[in-house]
């Protein structure tokens, strides 16, 4: 895809831009332009594996890297923020897309962490794999100043992923009769182009317009906003993407269930090289009709510790 | 069941008399000036809910009754009374004909909440809280009722982000001296004690209208509330 090579070419630029302006600012001894943001209100901390954050070492990482788009509230009306498509997230409301927590709760640390690292495929924010673990740790702890949610709350326990079942072509099937009967479709369309009935009219909790993902653009280097694994997508269905209008079925589906959507929803990315591909090309590229009363059992824990496929154990965030 | 809910009566009915036989504010909300007209909601998109309403249902923003009488409005004691527990009864919302019923709830901190799907069609329940913590699930037909709780006081918009047409509100309210205006504008608020108390009445377009009710004993003190319609 041609918007995403130019997304690719624009990233390494950024990050050799970035690279250089970090050693300037080091150089310079973090100098002191323009008008001061207010202090935070309470100093936070962030904790990631051994390291810990504080948000007072990443007021200059903030103010230089984050607020154009940010802002210096964190309230997500940065200057560039006009000019933005989806809107930069308002750190105000702590409600984030991709958390491993349940829908409405905080994120973790380490969900924070991994999206900075990560960035928002299809959105203005870019990979900032050029941080060091501390500078992201800060940063973390920093996004933790703006709402009083974060001295209140807790993120809770981050939901358990069970071990993936074997790609067949039964769990694809399976998950095929649950994308409709789940009614993905009526925003993800029947093929999973983003056009389904209620696509033109959603809106994220800001009243924006936004678009439902696209399964069938992008080849091999295809990402989601909240990772590229099997195991993220599942994440997604259970813990929802809180902000937009996709909800989570943590209720009304069950762990194999959404495994088998997991895999239908691999066949959806046409172009991409997966283990799902492979089995659906093998059983003729047609996938059967859902038998609802299956002469299998469904798979147990006992059988299911296949390793997923080495194309899905690529490191989500690994732009360059 | 039955007996034991007697039986409490009975015990406060004893101890605190005040509480059972106080006072009541009651009144009638209006409005002056034309409201805007509501439309007429398309659900071609989801046939299961079209055929369930001939001729199709209107938006809710604003719903009024004969003699300028304003429905859906929440007139509650905003100050002066305690804020009490909790009920433990459940309040329900639901989900019929891609349309919430009622269109706006109230409820105390901490109360439960149970959303219904009766519809063939599944429905995402996404409280748009800025106060509370803002979840969003999914409710396929037939699936368990979801229960939910909010902590904090706020007028939550609810919306279906699959049915962008269907929209309501939760009136979550530390008092549980609430009554939502029927469509002859009506409200009562009972069982007032002696005291001083201020009166809120809340439209989802309107605003907001405070009064200053003072009970001295067992009366019913009348108040009205007039909105003036937005013009758009």
Same mark, same amino acid.
């Given at each position: 895809?041609?918007?995403?090579?130019?997304?690719?070419?624009?990233?390494?630029?950024?990050?050799?831009?970035?690279?250089?302006?970090?050693?300037?600012?080091?150089?310079?001894?973090?100098?002191?332009?323009?008008?001061?943001?207010?202090?935070?209100?309470?100093?936070?901390?962030?904790?990631?594996?051994?390291?810990?954050?504080?948000?007072?070492?990443?007021?200059?990482?903030?103010?230089?890297?984050?607020?154009?788009?940010?802002?210096?509230?964190?309230?997500?009306?940065?200057?560039?923020?006009?000019?933005?498509?989806?809107?930069?997230?308002?750190?105000?409301?702590?409600?984030?897309?991709?958390?491993?927590?349940?829908?409405?709760?905080?994120?973790?640390?380490?969900?924070?962490?991994?999206?900075?690292?990560?960035?928002?495929?299809?959105?203005?924010?870019?990979?900032?794999?050029?941080?060091?673990?501390?500078?992201?740790?800060?940063?973390?702890?920093?996004?933790?100043?703006?709402?009083?949610?974060?001295?209140?709350?807790?993120?809770?326990?981050?939901?358990?992923?069970?071990?993936?079942?074997?790609?067949?072509?039964?769990?694809?099937?399976?998950?095929?009769?649950?994308?409709?009967?789940?009614?993905?479709?009526?925003?993800?369309?029947?093929?999973?182009?983003?056009?389904?009935?209620?696509?033109?009219?959603?809106?994220?909790?800001?009243?924006?317009?936004?678009?439902?993902?696209?399964?069938?653009?992008?080849?091999?280097?295809?990402?989601?906003?909240?990772?590229?694994?099997?195991?993220?997508?599942?994440?997604?269905?259970?813990?929802?993407?809180?902000?937009?209008?996709?909800?989570?079925?943590?209720?009304?589906?069950?762990?194999?269930?959404?495994?088998?959507?997991?895999?239908?929803?691999?066949?959806?990315?046409?172009?991409?090289?997966?283990?799902?591909?492979?089995?659906?090309?093998?059983?003729?590229?047609?996938?059967?009709?859902?038998?609802?009363?299956?002469?299998?059992?469904?798979?147990?824990?006992?059988?299911?510790?296949?390793?997923?496929?080495?194309?899905?154990?690529?490191?989500?965030?690994?732009?360059? | 069941?039955?007996?034991?809910?007697?039986?409490?009566?009975?015990?406060?009915?004893?101890?605190?008399?005040?509480?059972?036989?106080?006072?009541?504010?009651?009144?009638?909300?209006?409005?002056?000036?034309?409201?805007?007209?509501?439309?007429?909601?398309?659900?071609?998109?989801?046939?299961?809910?079209?055929?369930?309403?001939?001729?199709?249902?209107?938006?809710?923003?604003?719903?009024?009754?004969?003699?300028?009488?304003?429905?859906?409005?929440?007139?509650?004691?905003?100050?002066?009374?305690?804020?009490?527990?909790?009920?433990?009864?459940?309040?329900?919302?639901?989900?019929?004909?891609?349309?919430?019923?009622?269109?706006?709830?109230?409820?105390?901190?901490?109360?439960?909440?149970?959303?219904?799907?009766?519809?063939?069609?599944?429905?995402?329940?996404? !409280?748009?809280?800025?106060?509370?913590?803002?979840?969003?699930?999914?409710?396929? !037909?037939?699936? !368990?009722?979801?229960?939910?709780?909010?902590?904090?006081?706020?007028?939550?918009?609810?919306?279906?982000?699959?049915?962008?047409?269907?929209?309501?509100?939760?009136?979550?309210?530390?008092?549980?001296?609430?009554?939502?205006?029927?469509?002859?504008?009506?409200?009562?608020? !009972?069982?007032?004690?002696?005291?001083?108390?201020?009166?809120?009445?809340?439209?989802?377009?309107?605003?907001?209208?405070?009064?200053?009710?003072?009970?001295?004993?067992?009366?019913?003190?009348?108040?009205?509330?007039?909105?003036?319609?937005?013009?758009?």
């Amino acid at each position: 895809m041609n918007s995403l090579k130019r997304v690719h070419f624009f990233s390494v630029i950024l990050n050799f831009v970035l690279a250089a302006g970090i050693s300037v600012a080091r150089a310079q001894d973090a100098p002191d332009v323009g008008p001061h943001p207010p202090e935070p209100l309470k100093a936070m901390e962030s904790h990631i594996g051994n390291v810990t954050g504080h948000s007072r070492d990443a007021k200059l990482d903030y103010r230089r890297y984050c607020a154009g788009c940010h802002g210096d509230l964190g309230d997500g009306n940065g200057e560039n923020a006009v000019w933005l498509d989806p809107k930069p997230r308002d750190f105000t409301m702590a409600t984030f897309k991709c958390r491993s927590t349940v829908t409405g709760m905080l994120p973790t640390d380490q969900d924070l962490f991994n999206t900075i690292a990560r960035g928002l495929t299809n959105s203005n924010m870019p990979i900032w794999n050029t941080f060091t673990k501390q500078q992201r740790a800060d940063l973390v702890a920093y996004i933790k100043t703006f709402s009083p949610r974060w001295e209140k709350e807790k993120p809770g326990d981050p939901i358990k992923i069970p071990t993936e079942p074997p790609v067949t072509i039964e769990s694809i099937a399976h998950g095929k009769a649950l994308y409709t009967k789940l009614e993905c479709w009526k925003c993800h369309g029947p093929q999973g182009k983003g056009d389904g009935p209620s696509a033109a009219t959603l809106t994220d909790s800001k009243d924006q317009p936004i678009r439902p993902y696209n399964f069938t653009a992008g080849g091999d280097d295809s990402r989601f906003k909240c990772g590229s694994t099997n195991a993220d997508i599942y994440k997604i269905f259970i813990t929802g993407v809180d902000g937009t209008p996709m909800p989570s079925f943590a209720d009304v589906i069950q762990p194999n269930d959404a495994w088998d959507l997991v895999h239908f929803l691999r066949t959806l990315q046409v172009k991409r090289h997966s283990k799902e591909n492979e089995v659906l090309k093998a059983a003729g590229g047609k996938i059967p009709p859902y038998n609802e009363t299956p002469s299998t059992p469904p798979a147990s824990p006992n059988n299911s510790a296949a390793p997923a496929s080495p194309s899905e154990n690529r490191t989500a965030g690994g732009g360059n | 069941m039955r007996t034991s809910k007697f039986g409490v009566a009975v015990l406060i009915a004893t101890l605190c008399p005040a509480l059972m036989f106080g006072g009541t504010i009651s009144g009638k909300v209006t409005y002056t000036g034309t409201p805007v007209k509501q439309k007429p909601i398309d659900m071609s998109k989801e046939p299961s809910c079209a055929k369930q309403h001939n001729p199709p249902i209107t938006t809710e923003t604003v719903v009024t009754g004969s003699n300028n009488t304003l429905e859906n409005v929440v007139v509650y004691i905003s100050a002066g009374a305690d804020d009490a527990n909790a009920p433990a009864q459940a309040v329900t919302f639901t989900q019929k004909g891609c349309q919430y019923t009622p269109h706006v709830i109230a409820l105390h901190t901490g109360q439960e909440l149970q959303v219904v799907n009766a519809d063939q069609t599944s429905h995402n329940i996404h !409280p748009l809280a800025k106060v509370n913590r803002e979840w969003n699930k999914s409710q396929p !037909p037939g699936s !368990p009722n979801i229960q939910e709780k909010f902590d904090q006081p706020e007028f939550i918009s609810v919306k279906c982000n699959i049915h962008p047409w269907m929209h309501g509100w939760f009136a979550v309210l530390k008092t549980n001296h609430v009554s939502i205006s029927k469509d002859d504008g009506g409200f009562s608020l !009972p069982n007032l004690p002696a005291g001083k108390y201020t009166v809120t009445a809340w439209h989802e377009d309107y605003g907001t209208q405070t009064q200053e009710v003072t009970i001295t004993g067992n009366e019913t003190k009348a108040i009205d509330f007039s909105f003036k319609a937005k013009a758009y």
